[in-house]
């Protein structure tokens, strides 16, 4: 748990401190998953355990009823339940990643193998094919058909040529169409396999989910071609580089990327049919040149962003978890352009707030460096990461 004292407010032009429409229920969370808190309210020592998480980064329902998969991430573990838990603690029904729910460490302090993970981060499950983002490890593990079992060894390797192999680029200095470093982000949409790889500053997609170990990619974005690794492709910053890719969503045709890096949302109004295709506009910068955070102001706005890592579709929305400014900012769909405002607000007061909870203790509203989001029916899944805890937080209605 972070806990901070808020710095001297500067004031901001009314407009831009203005309260955000609610985009999830404002009581809050309805279940959280992980945190613990002693009877003086501080968090207890964060102990491996069926209920405890320790920085998770990613979590996904499958569907609304489950199951739900949580990357928990320190403890270099996949925790499942079976459905979607309905109180507050309620603990992980198995595991994958290490022998027990009481034991961590990376690569469960063995060999890498087809159900080890090391920092795992982005997961995707989609009509019974689960993806892990298993990031140290420079690989993406796939089940085809959802675990039923603790430590269910995974069907695919992508990154790697094997299961038992964990370097970056697998042990090369330059990038190729099947290698990975780093790589923390994963969605399926579609049919299609996309990871966010964020150490050789790219996007792969895969038309299809792969079957086979080490298949290449089909599709490289960020770069313009499969060798490349460089930030921004080489360049000064535009509409083609990036510099620290995370979370990917696809909705109706639109590919929309968190270069968090840069500090913005790369936005492509069609689905890329080229390497290197340019987005067709950002979020969180003025243009595509820009890249500092919250647009060189220490304060947010509804329209800047702070290193904005998971991104989510709730109904005609797009989520944003806005990381470093501890917030989820919310925009229409229907009208995403260059440089747009959000239209809802959710972790923080208003729009000009950046405090880890509020510059407070966590609540069942408040944000600590949130990382993961996902939806699924009316329920958003957050992986709060800076509160060691997972939220399942109703859409506002």
Known sequence: MHVSLSPKRKVLPSNDALSGPAVLETSGARVILGQKAAADGLADPIRPAADSLFGPRGATLSDPHGPLFVCDTGHHRLLIWNSAPARDGTPADFIIGQPDFESEGRNAKSDVGAASLNVPTGVAAVDGILAVADAWNHRVLIWHGYPTHSNQPADVVLGQADFNSGHANRGSQSASANSLNWCYGVVIENGAL??????????????????????????????????????????????????????????????????????????????????????????????????????????????????????????????????????????????????????????????QDKGENGWGLPGRGTLCWPYGVAASGTTVVVADSGNNRVLLWEGAP
């Open 194 to 351: 996309y990871v966010a790889d964020t150490g050789n500053r790219r996007v792969l997609k895969w038309n299809s989910v792969p079957a086979a170990n080490g298949t290449p990619a089909d599709l490289v974005l960020g770069e313009n071609d499969f060798v490349t690794r460089d930030e921004n492709a080489g360049r000064s910053p535009d509409a083609t580089g990036m510099r620290w890719p995370h979370g990917i969503v696809v909705h109706n045709h639109r590919l929309m990327v968190a270069d968090a890096g840069n500090n913005r949302i790369m936005v492509w109004d069609q689905i890329p049919t080229a390497n290197g295709e340019p987005c067709t506009f950002v979020l969180g910068q003025r243009d595509c040149s820009g890249v500092d955070h919250n647009q060189v102001a220490y304060y947010p706005t509804p329209a800047s962003l702070n290193m904005p890592y998971g991104l989510a579709v709730l109904k005609n929305r797009l989520i944003a978890a806005d990381t470093a400014n501890c917030r989820l900012v919310a925009y229409d769909l229907d009208a995403l352009a260059m440089n747009a405002r959000a239209c809802g607000l959710a972790g923080q007061q208003t729009f």
